[in-house]
Protein backbone atom coordinates (compact mmCIF):
# COMPACT_ATOMS: atom_id res chain seq x y z
CA UNK A 1 0.00 0.00 0.00
CA UNK A 2 1.76 3.23 -1.10
CA UNK A 3 1.70 5.78 1.85
CA UNK A 4 -0.99 8.71 1.52
CA UNK A 5 -0.60 11.43 4.24
CA UNK A 6 -4.42 12.15 4.81
CA UNK A 7 -5.79 15.57 4.03
CA UNK A 8 -7.44 15.86 7.63
CA UNK A 9 -5.93 14.88 11.23
CA UNK A 10 -7.85 12.06 13.02
CA UNK A 11 -8.49 12.15 16.77
CA UNK A 12 -8.31 9.34 19.32
CA UNK A 13 -11.84 8.67 20.57
CA UNK A 14 -12.98 5.04 22.51
CA UNK A 15 -16.77 4.71 21.66
CA UNK A 16 -18.95 2.04 21.00
CA UNK A 17 -20.34 2.10 17.26
CA UNK A 18 -23.24 -0.59 15.34
CA UNK A 19 -22.87 -0.80 11.87
CA UNK A 20 -24.42 -2.91 9.29
CA UNK A 21 -23.18 -4.39 6.29
CA UNK A 22 -26.06 -6.28 3.85
CA UNK A 23 -28.50 -7.98 6.63
CA UNK A 24 -25.75 -8.41 9.53
CA UNK A 25 -24.94 -6.30 12.19
CA UNK A 26 -21.65 -5.67 14.10
CA UNK A 27 -20.94 -4.28 17.06
CA UNK A 28 -17.54 -2.50 17.85
CA UNK A 29 -15.56 0.25 18.89
CA UNK A 30 -14.13 3.42 17.00
CA UNK A 31 -10.58 4.22 17.58
CA UNK A 32 -10.06 7.56 15.89
CA UNK A 33 -12.08 9.97 13.33
CA UNK A 34 -12.14 12.97 11.33
CA UNK A 35 -14.38 14.48 9.42
CA UNK A 36 -13.86 11.93 6.54
CA UNK A 37 -12.38 8.90 7.80
CA UNK A 38 -12.28 6.10 10.90
CA UNK A 39 -10.66 3.16 12.13
CA UNK A 40 -13.27 0.87 14.11
CA UNK A 41 -13.06 -2.77 15.19
CA UNK A 42 -15.71 -4.68 15.34
CA UNK A 43 -17.30 -8.41 15.21
CA UNK A 44 -18.67 -8.49 11.71
CA UNK A 45 -16.02 -8.78 9.24
CA UNK A 46 -15.64 -6.29 6.69
CA UNK A 47 -14.17 -6.59 2.83
CA UNK A 48 -12.06 -3.51 1.16
CA UNK A 49 -14.69 -2.28 -0.93
CA UNK A 50 -17.38 -3.09 1.17
CA UNK A 51 -20.33 -0.72 1.98
CA UNK A 52 -21.90 0.22 5.40
CA UNK A 53 -23.60 2.18 7.09
CA UNK A 54 -22.84 3.29 10.91
CA UNK A 55 -24.37 4.84 14.28
CA UNK A 56 -21.88 6.43 16.31
CA UNK A 57 -22.18 7.36 20.23
CA UNK A 58 -18.96 10.04 20.71
CA UNK A 59 -18.45 10.63 24.67
CA UNK A 60 -21.33 13.25 25.89
CA UNK A 61 -22.71 13.86 22.16
CA UNK A 62 -26.13 12.36 21.03
CA UNK A 63 -25.54 9.56 18.52
CA UNK A 64 -25.55 10.09 14.86
CA UNK A 65 -25.79 8.00 11.66
CA UNK A 66 -23.40 7.96 8.87
CA UNK A 67 -25.25 7.03 6.05
CA UNK A 68 -22.72 4.97 3.52
CA UNK A 69 -19.27 4.19 4.37
CA UNK A 70 -16.53 2.43 2.57
CA UNK A 71 -13.97 0.19 3.83
CA UNK A 72 -10.40 1.40 2.58
CA UNK A 73 -8.31 -0.78 4.43
CA UNK A 74 -8.52 -4.21 6.68
CA UNK A 75 -6.35 -6.01 9.34
CA UNK A 76 -7.46 -9.03 10.92
CA UNK A 77 -10.39 -7.24 13.01
CA UNK A 78 -9.84 -3.76 12.10
CA UNK A 79 -11.00 -1.25 9.30
CA UNK A 80 -10.73 2.27 7.87
CA UNK A 81 -13.45 3.51 6.36
CA UNK A 82 -13.87 6.90 4.46
CA UNK A 83 -17.69 8.38 4.86
CA UNK A 84 -19.63 8.86 2.13
CA UNK A 85 -23.02 9.74 2.85
CA UNK A 86 -23.02 11.67 6.34
CA UNK A 87 -26.39 14.47 6.83
CA UNK A 88 -24.84 17.98 6.81
CA UNK A 89 -26.10 18.51 10.87
CA UNK A 90 -24.23 15.64 11.62
CA UNK A 91 -21.05 16.79 9.53
CA UNK A 92 -21.71 20.33 11.30
CA UNK A 93 -21.79 18.48 14.92
CA UNK A 94 -18.34 16.47 14.05
CA UNK A 95 -16.70 19.49 12.62
CA UNK A 96 -17.89 21.58 16.01
CA UNK A 97 -16.18 18.14 17.77
CA UNK A 98 -13.17 18.31 15.99
CA UNK A 99 -12.86 22.04 16.68
CA UNK A 100 -13.27 21.02 20.37
CA UNK A 101 -10.56 18.58 19.88
CA UNK A 102 -8.28 20.61 18.34
CA UNK A 103 -8.88 23.08 21.59
CA UNK A 104 -8.05 20.74 23.76
CA UNK A 105 -5.27 19.37 22.57
CA UNK A 106 -3.87 23.12 22.02
CA UNK A 107 -3.08 22.49 18.56
CA UNK A 108 -5.13 24.46 15.95
CA UNK A 109 -4.84 23.61 12.25
CA UNK A 110 -5.42 26.75 10.16
Not at 75 to 82: F, M, V
Not at 83 to 89: P, S, V
Amino acid sequence: MPFIIRPFRRFPVQCPVSYHVGPSRGQGTLWNFSVNGWKLSGDVPLQVGQMCSLTVTLPNEPSFVVSAAIVRWARDKEYGLETLAIDKQVHSRLEQVIEQLEQESGESIP
